[in-house]
């Protein structure tokens, strides 16, 4: 047994990333693209895999999409152009731990919402915007870092007319949606947008791998064409060959193969830390992720997963306590990632956690 089996981080196990599609592709990319690959680009970055975003997600054009270097760059952009200090942003509770941070540096005013089982509670927006104007809603509506939940196309389609009549935007933070275990999750908020209320960002870090650093924005033509000039004032382009290999991989039919495996995989981890959970902490609580990378356990009102990580982290088996994606509270919850541990290492990395709790 490995002396660490850590659910810490939200990245693949190196078995989950498509190595040797990756290289074939790099080949690829290098002989028939390098021209491209290895120029200064604009700030959409390579306009061949922007052109397939936009038809992926059913959009007009290249000129909906930027490509950024990954999708936690993505949110920066996006935040920095429409936010200033003071603004009220609603966040999801809990929410992604960097996206609490970001906005926490722009000074914006936390509204936060809790999660249901079936994602935000979109009436207790309904009753934030009667005290004042609400500027933008940070949704991840598909498998929930960390919360594991998805967002149902009911509350999806009151948030997008609740978002047209009070011309708040909403940032449609997506990394997991290609990633389900069984039904597809319901459409994109950008689909059902029709007056250029919803933005919508996602990344390949999921779907390829996180080193490619190949994320991108989608939405209206505005805002992307004013965030492209912002990047390339600053960066002139994101990473030309990353792009390119993507393009191959997603030209090739490779990417939606390596999804296909990875899905498999996933689902083996996470029915491997439901049958953990049950034999080791019976105790713990959750809500069953129909996809993606993460379970957010509730051990119950006595429980202290701060304490718990320490200790859990020196019996070899780390993870984040709930306190990290919480603006207060979070002290029972914990968040697993499984995709980070081989389905055949989740016994034992949980049975290490029972034994110090
Ligand atoms: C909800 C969410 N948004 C954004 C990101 C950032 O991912 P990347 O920058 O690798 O695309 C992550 C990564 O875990 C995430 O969970």
């Known amino acids: 047994m490995p002396e660490t089996i850590s659910f810490a981080r939200g990245a693949p196990s190196p078995d989950l990333i498509p190595v040797e599609a990756v290289r074939h592709a790099a080949a690829t990319a290098l002989e028939q693209d390098w021209k491209v690959a290895l120029s200064y680009g604009v700030g959409i970055g390579h306009p061949g895999l922007c052109e397939w975003i936009a038809e992926r997600h059913d959009l007009p054009g290249a000129s909906n999409v930027m490509v950024t270097n990954g999708s936690l760059e993505a949110g920066a952009m996006m935040?920095?152009?429409l936010l200033e200090a003071g603004d009220r942003v609603v966040v999801e509770q809990p929410s992604y731990d960097r996206t609490l941070?970001?906005?926490?540096?722009?000074?914006?005013?936390?509204?936060?919402v809790a999660l249901e089982e079936d994602g935000l509670d979109v009436g207790a927006i309904e009753r934030a915007l009667e005290s004042g104007p609400i500027k933008l809603v940070h949704v991840i509506p598909n498998f929930h870092n960390p919360a594991g939940c998805t967002l149902s196309e009911e509350k999806r389609r009151r948030l997008v007319d609740l978002a047209t009549e009070h011309g708040f935007t909403i940032f449609e933070d997506d990394p997991y949606r290609e990633l389900p275990f069984g039904e597809d999750p319901p459409p994109t908020m950008l689909s059902m947008d029709t007056t250029d209320r919803v933005i919508h960002a996602s990344s390949f870090s999921k779907t390829v791998s996180p080193g490619v650093r190949m994320g991108y924005l989608a939405g209206p033509e505005e805002p992307i064409a004013e965030m492209a000039k912002v990047a390339n004032e600053n960066y002139i382009s994101p990473n030309m060959l990353a792009g390119s290999i993507v393009l191959e991989l997603a030209h090739s039919g490779a990417l939606d193969r390596n999804i296909e495996t990875v899905k498999v995989k996933l689902q083996e981890r996470r029915d491997a830390l439901v049958a953990a959970l049950g034999k080791h902490l019976p105790e713990a609580t959750f809500v069953l992720p129909g996809?993606?990378?993460?379970?957010?356990?509730d051990l119950g009102e006595d429980a202290d997963t701060v304490a718990l990580a320490a200790r859990a982290k020196e019996a070899g088996a780390p993870f984040i306590p709930g306190t990290d994606f919480m603006l207060d509270g979070g002290q029972t919850k914990l968040r697993f990632s499984f995709a980070s541990v081989p389905a055949e290492l989740i016994d034992e990395g949980v049975a290490r956690i029972a034994s110090v709790a």
């Not at 941070?101 to 936060?112: K, S």
């Not at 996809?291 to 356990?297: I, K, M, N, R």
């Open 291 to 297: 996809g993606g990378y993460f379970l957010w356990a």
């Open 79 to 81: 935040f920095r152009h």
């Open 101 to 112: 941070l970001l906005l926490e540096q722009i000074g914006v005013e936390f509204i936060p």
